[in-house]
Every structure is written in C-alpha cells, then in structure tokens.
C-alpha cells in the first residue's frame, strides 16, 4: 500500500499504542539500571574537541525497545539514535532516544530519561519519557498529559499564569547553542526571568509538564531529542516550537513554555 495514502491512526489505535509502550519502557528501565552507576566503558561519536558520549547502555536499551515495538508493531518503522532509521510499511513511526542525557548517566546523575515517540507524518500522536532511577513515567498524547509513579495515574498541567518575570528557566548548558546569534537570543530571555538553571536534559521538560518550573529553552537537539517530549508538553497545557514558531519536529532550537502566554513573551525576544 502507498504509504501517502495510508489512512491515520485513529484515537483508539494510539492509546492502544502508548498502552503496549508503557510495557515496553517498564522493561528498556530494567535494561538502563542495570548499567547505571557501574563502570562503563565510554565512546566518543564526535571528533577530537568535542564530545557525545555513547555506552554499551544507549545501545542495549534501544536494541531492547527495537525488539519488543518490532514484534507487536511490524508495519511501523523505527527512528533511534544509535541504529538509524528501519522504514516500515507504513507512514508511520517509533522515534527513540534509548538514553538522552548520556553525560547525566555516566556522571550518575538521574536526570537521564528513555524517550519513546509515536509519529505519522509530521505529526506527533504521543510521547513518553521514562526516569527508571525515581520510578517516573511521563507520558502524553491528545487524550492528556499524565505521570505514573508508584502505582498512581495523576494527570499533570503546565503552570497557567507565569509572567516572564516570574519564570524558572532551564538549560542543559549553554554550550549547546549553535552559534553566538542563538546564544544571544537565550541570554535575552535569561536577563528577564526570576531564575535560570542548568542541567535536567529531558527530565527539564517533563518537571515543565508537571508545573515545576516554566521554561526550557534549548539548541542543538536532534528530533529524537524532542519528539517524544511534544505531546508531554502540549497536552498539560504548554507550548513548544522552534525559533520560527512552528512544531520542532526537527529539532535545532526549541522553546518550550508553560502556557502561550509566556511563550508570546519569550517570542519576542527571539
């Protein structure tokens, strides 16, 4: 069948999708702590001066997660960060990040997470983010934004009434931005907020769904990196986009804000 005309998944089609990749994230937990805080042997992907770390870990979880989608979803074709793309039969695709925050993991740091998404086209129809070290599963898709965490379904909201003065801002570090003009662009908005962080990786966006802090603003990412973070976002109620205002669904520079609000202001400043 041509994969342009394939039909979308319906909403039941989707939820029945997330509820086969919370299984399958149960089990890519068991798979990441079995490495955490051990001694692992640590390459390097990127060229003398720079540095993207990659462990037996990234590879094993991702191997575990191609497996188990593989079996129950054959039609669907698989985007991860260490093995590339598989096509499927379809328009339709599993994006993921087995271990994003590599340099958390291997400082031992559990603001690492696996990130899973659920994507047709250019749409993003769910995402998970799952923190194995706190228990934490945070998951999302157009029927909600939702945490699960020793055995209980809260569902999570963005905060809705942060002013630009008020926000809490994160980063993973500053040495992500591409060039002096998107460095720029960040400390802009940093200068008008209450505070500014660095560290958290994808966990910084999930304690953004939860209402934790109001910001995140990033550069750099690959779409795997944020993919799966969107529907997270979006359905507690926040807005994220690129520079241009538009889905990041291929990733570069990314605001993510608690509420379009917030977002607008940040725009301005951009």
């Given at each position: 069948m041509d994969k342009d005309i394939l039909t979308e998944l319906t909403p039941g089609e989707v939820a029945e999708a997330l509820v086969f990749a919370q299984q399958a994230m149960h089990g890519a937990s068991a798979v990441a702590l079995r490495y955490f805080r051990q001694p692992l042997e640590v390459e390097n992907k990127l060229a003398e001066g720079s540095f993207d770390p990659v462990t037996c870990a990234d590879r094993a979880v991702e191997a575990f997660l191609r497996e188990e989608l593989g079996r129950r979803f054959s039609t669907f074709g698989v985007i991860g960060e260490e093995d590339g793309v598989t096509p499927g039969d379809s328009d339709i695709n599993w994006v993921i990040d087995p271990i994003d925050g590599t340099k958390a993991f291997i400082s031992g740091f559990p603001t690492w997470g696996i990130l899973l998404g659920l994507q047709q086209k250019d749409r993003v129809l769910a995402g998970l983010m799952c923190q194995?070290?706190?228990?934490?599963?945070?998951?999302?898709?157009?029927?909600?934004?939702?945490?699960?965490?020793?055995?209980?379904?809260?569902?999570?909201?963005?905060?809705?009434?942060?002013?630009?003065?008020?926000?809490?801002?994160?980063?993973?570090?500053?040495?992500?931005?591409?060039?002096?003009?998107?460095?720029?662009?960040?400390?802009?908005?940093?200068?008008?907020?209450?505070?500014?962080?660095?560290?958290?990786?994808?966990?910084?966006?999930?304690?953004?769904?939860?209402?934790?802090?109001?910001?995140?603003?990033?550069?750099?990412?690959?779409?795997?990196?944020?993919?799966?973070?969107?529907?997270?976002?979006?359905?507690?109620?926040?807005?994220?986009?690129?520079?241009?205002?538009?889905?990041?669904?291929?990733?570069?520079?990314?605001?993510?804000?608690?509420?379009?609000?917030?977002?607008?202001?940040?725009m301005s400043l951009i």
């Amino acid at each position: 069948m041509d994969k342009d005309i394939l039909t979308e998944l319906t909403p039941g089609e989707v939820a029945e999708a997330l509820v086969f990749a919370q299984q399958a994230m149960h089990g890519a937990s068991a798979v990441a702590l079995r490495y955490f805080r051990q001694p692992l042997e640590v390459e390097n992907k990127l060229a003398e001066g720079s540095f993207d770390p990659v462990t037996c870990a990234d590879r094993a979880v991702e191997a575990f997660l191609r497996e188990e989608l593989g079996r129950r979803f054959s039609t669907f074709g698989v985007i991860g960060e260490e093995d590339g793309v598989t096509p499927g039969d379809s328009d339709i695709n599993w994006v993921i990040d087995p271990i994003d925050g590599t340099k958390a993991f291997i400082s031992g740091f559990p603001t690492w997470g696996i990130l899973l998404g659920l994507q047709q086209k250019d749409r993003v129809l769910a995402g998970l983010m799952c923190q194995p070290v706190t228990g934490e599963l945070f998951y999302g898709s157009a029927a909600g934004s939702f945490l699960r965490h020793d055995g209980e379904i809260v569902a999570i909201q963005t905060r809705q009434n942060t002013h630009l003065e008020e926000a809490l801002l994160y980063r993973t570090h500053e040495s992500m931005f591409a060039n002096e003009a998107n460095l720029a662009r960040f400390r802009r908005v940093a200068a008008k907020t209450r505070l500014q962080r660095f560290g958290g990786d994808c966990y910084s966006y999930c304690m953004l769904a939860l209402g934790q802090i109001d910001l995140v603003i990033e550069d750099t990412l690959q779409p795997y990196d944020i993919i799966p973070l969107i529907p997270i976002i979006e359905a507690a109620g926040g807005v994220v986009t690129d520079a241009q205002g538009k889905t990041p669904v291929a990733g570069g520079f990314v605001i993510a804000a608690g509420n379009r609000q917030l977002h607008e202001q940040v725009m301005s400043l951009i």
